[in-house]
């Protein structure tokens, strides 16, 4: 290097943690330092000082952003102060989980809420109230209900998770403060661990009721179309 070249100090790198409430709705986070600053104007004498950098976090901001503040880092008479690099990272949520923009969660329910409907509650991240009458779970757990009905032991085979989504419930996008990610949740069905045979042949008879049931209505629909 060239004689009176005055080098940079490397950069200094710093978590900043964020919570979903925070990714969700943006925040700033002040964020204290200690670093050495020049007190006189020859630039001669340097003193600790405390400093406050506020860190601005957008809505949807992802992990892994870096946040950097030119040269906030120790100031010396032969060097250039080094830059502050803030790089966010994600806390762990109780209930959600997030793909970039997207939430996931799971939500388990019983077998009988499966068949026959049930009202699903949420609180999002900005504390509004979801209420929603799930039915659609349905469709699948007729199925896997049958073979349970059949032997407990081949419904091991088969996935019991239904997934919903809720568009438009995700996280807001970073470089689109008009679009959101979708929410979507993950229901997994208990199925009980033990039935009585009599029980169980109840449900074959129930099932291949409902199974006949839709064979006679598919009949009726086709005999319409046929008229």
């Known amino acids: 290097a060239g004689r009176g070249v005055i080098h940079k100090d490397?950069?200094?790198f710093k978590l900043i943690h964020m919570t979903l409430e925070d990714v969700y709705s943006g925040t700033t986070k002040a964020v204290k330092i200690s670093r050495k600053e020049f007190v006189d104007d020859l630039k001669d004498k340097l003193e600790?000082?405390?400093?406050?950098?506020n860190a601005v976090i957008p809505p949807g901001c992802l992990a892994g952003t870096k946040?950097?503040?030119p040269e906030a880092g120790d100031q010396s008479i032969t060097r250039r102060a080094a830059d502050i690099v803030f790089v966010t990272c994600d806390?762990?949520?109780a209930i959600y989980r997030r793909d970039k923009w997207d939430l996931h969660m799971n939500y388990g329910i019983t077998l009988l809420q499966a068949l026959t409907g049930f009202k699903l509650c949420l609180t999002t991240l900005d504390d509004r109230r979801l209420e929603l009458f799930i039915s659609d779970v349905v469709e699948l757990v007729l199925i896997l209900?049958?073979?349970?009905?059949?032997?407990?032991?081949?419904?091991?085979?088969?996935?019991?998770?239904y997934v919903k989504c809720l568009c438009?419930?995700?996280?807001?996008h970073s470089d689109d403060q008009n679009v959101r990610g979708n929410l979507y949740i993950h229901f997994q069905v208990k199925f009980p661990t033990n039935i009585p045979k009599?029980?169980?042949?109840?449900l074959v008879e129930i099932f291949t009721g409902i199974q006949a049931h839709e064979e006679g209505q598919r009949q009726k629909s086709c005999a319409r179309e046929c008229q």
Do not use: D, M
């Open 10 to 12: 490397p950069e200094i």
């Open 145 to 161: 209900t049958f073979f349970y009905s059949i032997s407990i032991s081949f419904i091991s085979l088969f996935s019991c998770n």
């Open 67 to 69: 946040i950097i503040f």
């Open 48 to 53: 600790l000082k405390t400093a406050t950098l």
């Open 198 to 202: 009599a029980l169980r042949q109840k």
């Open 168 to 172: 438009s419930e995700g996280l807001w």
């Open 91 to 93: 806390v762990p949520h």
